[in-house]
């Protein structure tokens, strides 16, 4: 079935640092590919998607590309932010009949960032 | 604001209690899911439904039960028969079909067995 790879964490890194967190996804289809973000204690953010391959999604300074032939849709920053210590989940669309969301997860990634 | 509201934030059970979670949504989603996350895991899919008066079990559906009489609202009871039900319970709703099917996530209730 569908699945999600996520690199472990906690990833830890010092203000203004750059971020990558790789995912990586197996999907029989043509899914749609979604980072969220968690604050501590909270529900889940959804921080950018991509519909198809070759989509960039990007917001609040993240982004990430669908990459179809390497499977892939890694989140980076450029210059990461205390404000960005959270987990970050990547996520695959699968639909139901009817074309309804089920969204699988990768077990998620800490960041950490220190001033 | 349009969002999902669930409640309590916090909720404790005693060994052998059903408790009810309440997840009400006003963003007018056809779609309704309850999805359970354990402490540094993923998401796991426990219910859905795509419309009123209609769902299917998720992936981890033994032990809940759920309801959607009204568009709105898709409560969750976590029954006596749920052995290990300590977790966070994350609610959440979708758009109709071609409207990008993003799905959107209440702020979450815990939920402590004692």
């Known amino acids: 079935g569908d699945s999600v790879t996520q690199m472990e964490g906690p990833v830890t890194l010092s203000e203004e640092a750059f971020l990558t967190i790789n995912c990586t996804y197996t999907a029989t289809g043509y899914p749609s590919l979604f980072w969220y973000v968690q604050y501590p204690g909270e529900g889940l953010q959804l921080l950018l998607k991509a519909t198809k391959a070759d989509d960039k999604g990007s917001n609040k300074g993240f982004e990430a590309t669908y990459r179809k032939e390497t499977t892939s849709f890694h989140l980076e920053k450029g210059s990461v932010q205390v404000s960005d210590s959270a987990v970050y989940f990547c996520?695959?669309?699968?639909?139901?009949?009817?074309?309804?969301?089920?969204?699988?997860f990768g077990a998620g990634t800490r960041l950490a960032v220190h001033p | 604001d349009g969002g999902i509201t669930q409640s309590p934030k916090y909720l404790f059970r005693k060994e052998g209690q059903n408790v009810t979670l309440s997840c009400e949504q006003n963003l007018n989603h056809d779609a309704m899911y309850w999805y359970r996350q354990d402490p540094g895991q993923g998401l796991r899919l426990i219910y859905y439904s795509q419309i009123v008066n209609d769902f299917q079990k998720g992936d981890i559906a033994e032990g809940y039960s759920v309801s959607r009489e009204k568009k709105e609202s898709f409560p969750l009871t976590v029954t006596s028969a749920q052995k290990n039900p300590t977790a966070f319970y994350l609610c959440?709703?979708?758009?109709?079909?071609?409207?990008?099917?993003?799905?959107?996530f209440g702020e979450g209730s815990w939920l402590t067995v004692v």
């Open positions: 996520a695959l669309s699968d639909l139901f009949s009817g074309g309804y969301n089920k969204l699988i």
């Open positions: 959440a709703s979708s758009n109709p079909p071609g409207s990008g099917n993003t799905i959107y």
